[in-house]
């Protein structure tokens, strides 16, 4: 084990220990059964007329549970690690133990894991417990950011019950942004389109997907600079992760402002990877509950 | 000689009392405490822990300052329960330049110590500011202050960081000089979050696996 002591300090550690438990050993012993333990001293000290300083031993009892005590430490000694570098009978160390309790974890979840790892989605879907199951975990991983009923709050995290998924709402789309993480990049368009252009751009991001984009002033520079990502038509790319805008869902607030204030200044949301901090069957269920 | 006779003489004689009594007490602190000032594994640090950047100090002095230690703990115990909610058990390679550590001791609010990289740092910067404006039912207090004032206020971070490596922090004579600078513009919470973001990410667990 890595952590124990070994050399100079382990001896030290063990001679300590040992020399200390002996020397109370000898002490508790001989209070008791000493020779003289039992004796009557001749004069016997009276403080303050009537406080008599007497020296019979404690109580037995007293006796055996200090006795006890140290028989237990010995017997601890032996089969636990305590006496400098050696590791004890039993050769347990915090690693050890804890490797063990993962592997009975694993144990015990194995089969209904393989159950779940054997089933279609719809399978999932379909069963109670398992949806049930899925939705305490999203309650738990997720909805501290998507809200506790999965429909996005703050104007920041995106709601899970619509239709238009920034990046994808297949059960493929959905696993690789609970693994990986999702990092979106929309630059900061103020210094290419300026203040006009903002205002133009804004306007017909805002009424893009509905008659009035026809022939709307703001189409040109929009194709040049939005249509790359969002698509000529807006119609987004969940490749990149750039939203739809030829509908009424906006992440961040579909009123003018709140276009302008992204164009002007960018959007960077992120979402976290969490395919370290959930397993397989855990990132199962959630896909199940979420592709619905 | 024999215990009572021992005793009576340790008993009538204070100087001898006084000297009993100091080795006894110390020999829990010599087979405590002196072996671990030796002990190479507390000191080491893990593979990728490394020391705070100048920004990222100053939002664990923020961290100190504003108690976030008296509800959040920052040490996962090596239970299945611990490490099934939080992650990988805490190690103390992790702590190595933690002057003074942030483990705490209770719980109001969860652990931190595994906290970084699992929320957005636009999440932090709501929940720091407005805690229920992310989780409603959440009873922890709001920090607005920290988006209002200057990270270059709260502290000297060049004496910090010079006093530091003092004590062996590895920082370059580069890093300190530009401390300074690096907290230029920013605001207290953005530095909190820095750290909290930083927080139990300079870890590897294949390489940490010491058994």
Not at chain 1, 17 to 41: K, P, Q
Not at chain 1, 121 to 136: G, K, S, V, W
Not at chain 2, 27 to 52: A, K
């Amino acid at each position: 084990m890595a952590d124990m002591q070994t050399g100079f300090w382990a001896g030290w550690i063990a001679v300590l220990t040992l020399v200390s438990l002996a020397a109370m050993g000898w002490l508790v012993w001989s209070i008791y059964f000493g020779r003289d333990s039992h004796e009557e001293t001749p004069e016997e000290p009276v403080w303050d007329e009537t406080l008599e300083e007497g020296h019979r031993p404690p109580p037995l009892w007293w006796f055996w549970l200090l006795f006890g005590a140290m028989i237990f430490s010995l017997i601890y000694l032996i089969f636990f690690p305590g006496l400098g570098s050696y590791s004890g009978l039993l050769d347990w160390s915090q690693g050890a133990r804890m490797a063990d309790s993962m592997e009975n974890f694993d144990a015990r979840f194995a089969e209904p894991r393989a159950e779940v790892a054997a089933m279609t989605l719809a399978e999932i879907q379909n069963d109670l417990n398992l949806m049930d199951t899925a939705e305490r975990i999203f309650r738990r991983e997720c909805s501290v950011c998507h809200g506790p009923d999965g429909r996005g709050q703050a104007n920041l995290f995106p709601n899970l019950h619509d239709v238009d998924w920034q990046w994808g709402a297949s059960p493929e789309q959905i696993e690789q942004s609970i693994r990986g993480g999702r990092r979106a990049n929309m630059i900061a368009w103020q210094a290419v389109l300026g203040e006009d252009g903002i205002d133009r751009v804004a306007e017909y991001v805002q009424v893009l997907g509905s008659d009035a984009a026809a022939g709307h002033e703001g189409a040109t520079q929009y194709q040049q600079t939005c249509a790359a990502c969002h698509g000529a038509d807006g119609s987004g790319n969940v490749a990149l992760g750039a939203p739809r805008l030829d509908d009424d869902i906006w992440l961040y607030g579909g009123d003018l402002a709140t276009i302008r204030e992204t164009l002007q200044n960018g959007r960077y949301g992120v979402m976290p990877a969490f395919g370290e901090r959930l397993d397989d069957f855990q990132i199962k269920l959630l896909i199940a509950l979420l592709a619905r | 000689m024999n215990g009572l006779s021992l005793h009576r003489k340790i008993e009538e004689n204070t100087g001898l009392l006084i000297f009993g009594i100091l080795v006894v007490s110390a020999i829990g602190g010599l087979v405590q405490l002196v072996p671990v000032l030796n002990q190479d594994s507390l000191e080491e640090p893990t593979s990728n822990t490394r020391p705070y950047s100048a920004v990222e100090l100053t939002g664990r002095d923020i961290y100190m300052r504003e108690g976030c230690s008296v509800c959040h703990s920052q040490q996962i115990r090596p239970l299945i329960a611990e490490v099934e909610r939080y992650g990988p058990y805490s190690r103390a390679g992790e702590f190595v330049y933690d002057r003074p550590f942030m483990w705490g001791s209770k719980r109001t609010g969860p652990d931190l110590h595994r906290i970084g990289g699992k929320y957005s740092d636009d999440w932090h910067r709501l929940h720091l500011l407005d805690p229920r404006a992310v989780v409603a039912e959440s009873i922890m207090p709001a920090y607005p202050w920290l988006g209002e004032r200057e990270a270059s206020e709260a502290g000297n971070i060049t004496a910090k960081m010079r006093g530091l490596r003092r004590l062996g922090h590895p920082y370059t004579d580069e890093e300190i000089a530009a401390a300074e600078a690096d907290l230029e513009g920013l605001k207290e919470i953005d530095t909190l979050i820095a750290y909290l973001q930083l927080l139990g990410t300079n870890f590897n667990e294949e390489e940490e696996t010491n058994e």
